[in-house]
């Protein structure tokens, strides 16, 4: 079976009420070192585009994300 790699990043529906949830979209859906390559440029300006989050993903199972967990709760 062949990989499928894919970028991934989510917007909130509404930045005032994180509650309401986001979208997702993919950004490219590719061979590993291309989507590598995405992931890291979009993650450099992840926060300038308002993403929720940047997710990285080999056959729709998460293998790098940003924010990264950090382990902590409020």
């Known amino acids: 079976m062949d990989e499928v790699w894919e970028v991934v990043v ?40 308002g993403h929720q989050y940047v997710k990285l993903r080999c056959n729709g199972k998460d293998v790098e994300s940003w924010p990264q967990a950090t382990g902590w709760t409020v």
Do not use: I
């Open 10 to 49: 989510a917007d909130l529906y509404d930045r005032g009420n994180p509650s309401n949830g986001a979208s997702e979209r993919t950004l490219v859906q590719g061979p590993e070192g291309e989507a590598r390559r995405v992931f890291a440029d979009r993650v450099a300006d992840a926060s300038e585009h």
